[in-house]
Protein backbone atom coordinates (compact mmCIF):
# COMPACT_ATOMS: atom_id res chain seq x y z
CA UNK A 1 0.00 0.00 0.00
CA UNK A 2 1.43 3.28 -0.95
CA UNK A 3 1.72 6.87 0.68
CA UNK A 4 -2.07 8.60 0.29
CA UNK A 5 -2.01 11.05 -1.95
CA UNK A 6 -1.64 15.02 -0.57
CA UNK A 7 -3.95 17.30 -1.34
CA UNK A 8 -3.19 19.69 -4.60
CA UNK A 9 -2.89 22.85 -1.67
CA UNK A 10 0.07 20.41 0.00
CA UNK A 11 1.83 19.84 -3.48
CA UNK A 12 5.22 21.61 -3.51
CA UNK A 13 4.83 22.38 -6.67
CA UNK A 14 7.29 25.36 -7.37
CA UNK A 15 10.93 25.07 -6.59
CA UNK A 16 13.32 27.70 -5.95
CA UNK A 17 17.40 27.25 -6.81
CA UNK A 18 19.35 29.10 -4.76
CA UNK A 19 23.50 28.64 -4.75
CA UNK A 20 25.85 28.72 -1.89
CA UNK A 21 29.27 29.01 -0.84
CA UNK A 22 31.06 26.39 0.65
CA UNK A 23 30.73 27.98 4.01
CA UNK A 24 27.30 28.86 3.86
CA UNK A 25 26.73 25.30 2.90
CA UNK A 26 28.85 23.91 5.60
CA UNK A 27 26.34 26.70 7.93
CA UNK A 28 23.45 26.39 6.78
CA UNK A 29 24.22 22.15 7.30
CA UNK A 30 25.11 23.23 11.25
CA UNK A 31 21.89 25.43 11.51
CA UNK A 32 19.84 22.36 9.77
CA UNK A 33 21.05 19.83 12.25
CA UNK A 34 21.06 22.30 15.25
CA UNK A 35 17.36 22.83 14.88
CA UNK A 36 16.55 19.54 14.20
CA UNK A 37 15.09 19.95 10.51
CA UNK A 38 16.04 16.59 8.39
CA UNK A 39 17.48 18.77 5.55
CA UNK A 40 18.56 22.18 4.76
CA UNK A 41 15.52 22.94 2.55
CA UNK A 42 13.24 22.54 5.57
CA UNK A 43 15.34 24.55 7.53
CA UNK A 44 15.61 26.98 5.32
CA UNK A 45 11.77 26.77 4.53
CA UNK A 46 10.94 27.22 8.54
CA UNK A 47 13.40 30.40 8.49
CA UNK A 48 11.90 31.90 5.66
CA UNK A 49 8.82 31.22 6.90
CA UNK A 50 8.84 31.72 10.42
CA UNK A 51 7.77 34.93 12.46
CA UNK A 52 9.87 33.98 15.06
CA UNK A 53 13.09 32.75 14.91
CA UNK A 54 14.44 29.36 15.19
CA UNK A 55 15.59 27.90 18.41
CA UNK A 56 18.17 25.21 18.46
CA UNK A 57 17.15 21.90 19.18
CA UNK A 58 20.03 20.73 20.14
CA UNK A 59 22.80 22.19 23.13
CA UNK A 60 26.11 22.71 21.08
CA UNK A 61 29.34 21.61 22.99
CA UNK A 62 30.37 25.27 23.74
CA UNK A 63 26.68 26.00 25.29
CA UNK A 64 26.94 22.85 27.59
CA UNK A 65 30.24 24.27 28.59
CA UNK A 66 28.45 27.89 29.61
CA UNK A 67 26.48 25.84 31.87
CA UNK A 68 28.78 23.71 32.94
CA UNK A 69 30.39 27.08 34.34
CA UNK A 70 26.97 28.67 35.12
CA UNK A 71 26.41 25.50 37.49
CA UNK A 72 29.88 25.85 38.95
CA UNK A 73 29.22 29.67 39.67
CA UNK A 74 25.76 28.83 41.15
CA UNK A 75 27.41 26.32 43.35
CA UNK A 76 30.30 29.03 44.74
CA UNK A 77 27.78 31.94 44.98
CA UNK A 78 25.34 29.48 47.12
CA UNK A 79 28.32 28.63 49.35
CA UNK A 80 29.34 32.34 49.86
CA UNK A 81 25.71 33.48 50.84
CA UNK A 82 25.47 30.28 53.37
CA UNK A 83 28.98 31.71 55.00
CA UNK A 84 27.68 35.30 55.04
CA UNK A 85 24.48 33.83 56.88
CA UNK A 86 26.51 31.88 59.16
CA UNK A 87 28.51 35.10 59.92
CA UNK A 88 32.14 33.36 59.49
CA UNK A 89 33.02 35.00 56.50
CA UNK A 90 33.06 38.79 56.57
CA UNK A 91 35.74 39.83 54.07
CA UNK A 92 33.84 38.45 50.91
CA UNK A 93 34.23 41.34 48.88
CA UNK A 94 37.17 39.86 46.98
CA UNK A 95 34.83 36.75 46.09
CA UNK A 96 32.29 39.07 45.11
CA UNK A 97 33.98 40.84 42.71
CA UNK A 98 36.07 37.29 41.45
CA UNK A 99 32.56 35.89 40.63
CA UNK A 100 31.24 38.84 39.33
CA UNK A 101 34.08 39.02 36.78
CA UNK A 102 33.31 35.27 36.00
CA UNK A 103 29.91 36.37 35.38
CA UNK A 104 30.68 39.57 33.10
CA UNK A 105 33.29 37.18 30.98
CA UNK A 106 30.58 34.27 30.34
CA UNK A 107 27.84 37.30 29.33
CA UNK A 108 30.59 38.93 26.95
CA UNK A 109 31.16 35.10 25.56
CA UNK A 110 27.49 34.78 24.91
CA UNK A 111 26.99 38.32 22.98
CA UNK A 112 30.07 37.75 20.79
CA UNK A 113 29.01 34.01 20.29
CA UNK A 114 26.00 35.37 19.13
CA UNK A 115 26.94 38.06 17.29
CA UNK A 116 29.28 35.96 15.02
CA UNK A 117 26.64 33.65 14.18
CA UNK A 118 24.18 36.60 12.45
Known amino acids: MGRPKKSFDELRIYQVNLRLTETENEFAIQQAEISGCTSVANWLRKSAFSKRPLKPQKI ?4 RAYYQQLVGLSSNVNQIARKINSGEYTKIFYEIQEVRKLLVDINNLFISND ?3 D
Do not use: C, L, R
Not at 60 to 63: A, G, L, Q, R, Y
Open 60 to 63: TPMH
Open 115 to 117: SQT
